[in-house]
C-alpha cells in the first residue's frame, strides 16, 4: 500500500508555470506506474500524464502535450508534474495516483492509490 501526498498548486496567471509534487510512503515506490489527473468543476475527471516504474516511458493527454513533463525520483519517492505555459483551462484539482500494473494506463479506474489533491488555478 502507498500514501500519495500532493502539493505545489497555487494561482498563476496565463501562460505561467507550476511545478506540482507527489510524495509517496513505503519502499515499493519503484513497483507502482505513476499518473496525474484532473478535474475541473462540473466535469468528469481527465488523464494527464503518466511515467513508467523507472521513469524509461511516459504518456501525456493530448491536452496537455507539449506543454507539461511528468518525472519521477525513486529514490525520493517523489513524482512531478512541472506545468508550463499554463491556460485558464488548466484550472482544475490535480490528483496524483499510483498503479500496481506495469503498463501506462489512461483510465482512472486501473489506479488502486489516490492522493487528495491540490488546486490549480490559472488566471486569464
Known amino acids: 500500500q502507498v500514501q500519495l501526498v500532493e502539493s505545489g498548486g497555487g494561482l498563476v496567471q496565463a501562460g505561467g508555470s507550476l511545478r506540482l509534487s507527489c510524495a509517496a510512503s513505503g519502499r515499493t515506490f519503484s513497483r507502482y506506474v505513476m499518473g496525474w489527473f484532473r478535474q475541473a468543476p462540473g466535469k468528469e475527471r481527465e488523464f494527464v500524464a503518466a511515467?513508467?516504474?523507472?521513469?524509461?516511458?511516459?504518456y501525456y493527454g493530448d491536452s496537455v502535450k507539449g506543454r507539461f513533463t511528468i518525472s519521477r525520483d525513486n529514490y525520493k519517492n517523489t513524482v512531478t508534474l512541472q506545468m508550463n505555459s499554463l491556460k485558464p483551462e488548466d484550472t482544475a484539482v490535480y490528483y496524483c495516483a499510483a498503479d500496481t500494473d506495469d503498463r501506462l494506463g489512461t483510465s482512472e479506474s486501473r489506479y488502486d492509490y489516490w492522493g487528495q489533491g491540490t488546486q490549480v488555478t490559472v488566471s486569464s
Open positions: 511515467i513508467s516504474r523507472i521513469g524509461g516511458d511516459t
